[in-house]
């Protein structure tokens, strides 16, 4: 529990961390992300008291619906950090793919009430991993002026984007086996996804403080 509380902390203080420098970020994407945080925050402070202080059940059916605004999120997001046109085509088109996909996995694969909708989420963090490549290639236009990196909040967000849902992304994909495999169970710390979201919520913080609009 004292991890879990802290692991609220850290999320709450990226929030807050945004929305202090949210008047001095120029990008539509970067100044809507805060208000994500903070639904973010909110969404998953309701799931946790819902299913582990007030017992009502399985919280699952909290975190499949929000997959999908946590999804559009993002996508509203690097759609408009990204610069070039494709890239933003690519964005849309994976988004819709993510949104078809979900329906087909909610009605036809993994349709049991209370069921975390695995494939979707390996869906979303594959997109993300992508959408956060596209980034980093962007970072190579030697035609842009040079810009310091580190004082770029978006630079930050990305980083921490693309680290979470790579390892995430893996690591859920391998409990697929672990459960089948019950003797394999002991090797995994159920703390870790723990740990992968406050290294998450550490680089948006990095990045939100670091953050520098006029750069020389």
């Given at each position: 529990?004292?991890?879990?509380?802290?692991?609220?902390?850290?999320?709450l203080?990226?929030?807050?961390?945004?929305?202090?420098?949210?008047?001095?970020?120029?990008?539509?994407?970067?100044?809507?992300?805060?208000?994500f945080?903070?639904?973010?925050?909110?969404?998953?402070?309701?799931?946790?008291?819902?299913?582990q202080?007030?017992?009502?059940?399985?919280?699952?059916?909290?975190?499949?619906?929000?997959?999908?605004?946590?999804m559009?999120?993002?996508a509203?997001?690097?759609?408009?950090?990204?610069?070039?046109?494709?890239?933003?085509?690519?964005v849309v088109?994976?988004?819709?793919v993510?949104?078809?996909?979900?329906?087909?996995?909610?009605?036809?694969?993994?349709?049991?009430?209370?069921?975390?909708?695995?494939?979707?989420?390996?869906?979303?963090?594959?997109?993300?991993v992508?959408?956060s490549?596209?980034?980093?290639?962007?970072?190579?236009?030697?035609?842009?002026?040079?810009e310091n990196?580190?004082?770029?909040?978006?630079?930050?967000?990305?980083?921490?984007?693309?680290?979470?849902?790579?390892?995430?992304?893996?690591?859920?994909?391998?409990?697929?086996?672990?459960?089948?495999?019950p003797?394999?169970?002991?090797?995994?710390?159920?703390?870790?996804?723990?740990?992968?979201?406050?290294?998450?919520?550490?680089?948006?913080?990095?990045?939100?403080?670091?953050h520098?609009?006029?750069?020389?």
């Amino acid at each position: 529990m004292p991890l879990l509380i802290f692991t609220f902390v850290v999320e709450l203080f990226s929030a807050i961390a945004g929305f202090s420098k949210r008047k001095s970020v120029n990008n539509r994407g970067l100044k809507f992300f805060p208000i994500f945080l903070l639904i973010q925050f909110l969404n998953v402070s309701t799931s946790v008291l819902y299913s582990q202080v007030f017992h009502l059940g399985a919280n699952t059916w909290m975190y499949n619906i929000f997959m999908v605004l946590d999804m559009s999120c993002f996508a509203y997001v690097f759609y408009h950090i990204l610069e070039r046109p494709h890239f933003k085509k690519i964005v849309v088109i994976l988004t819709a793919v993510f949104y078809t996909f979900y329906f087909i996995d909610r009605f036809f694969l993994e349709k049991e009430i209370g069921e975390y909708l695995s494939y979707s989420r390996s869906l979303m963090g594959f997109n993300l991993v992508v959408f956060s490549l596209m980034y980093f290639y962007n970072l190579f236009d030697f035609t842009k002026p040079e810009e310091n990196l580190t004082r770029k909040a978006d630079f930050w967000i990305v980083i921490g984007i693309f680290f979470f849902y790579l390892t995430s992304t893996v690591i859920l994909s391998a409990l697929n086996y672990i459960i089948l495999n019950p003797e394999t169970l002991k090797y995994y710390n159920p703390n870790t996804m723990k740990f992968l979201a406050m290294s998450l919520y550490s680089f948006y913080i990095i990045g939100f403080l670091c953050h520098k609009t006029n750069q020389t």
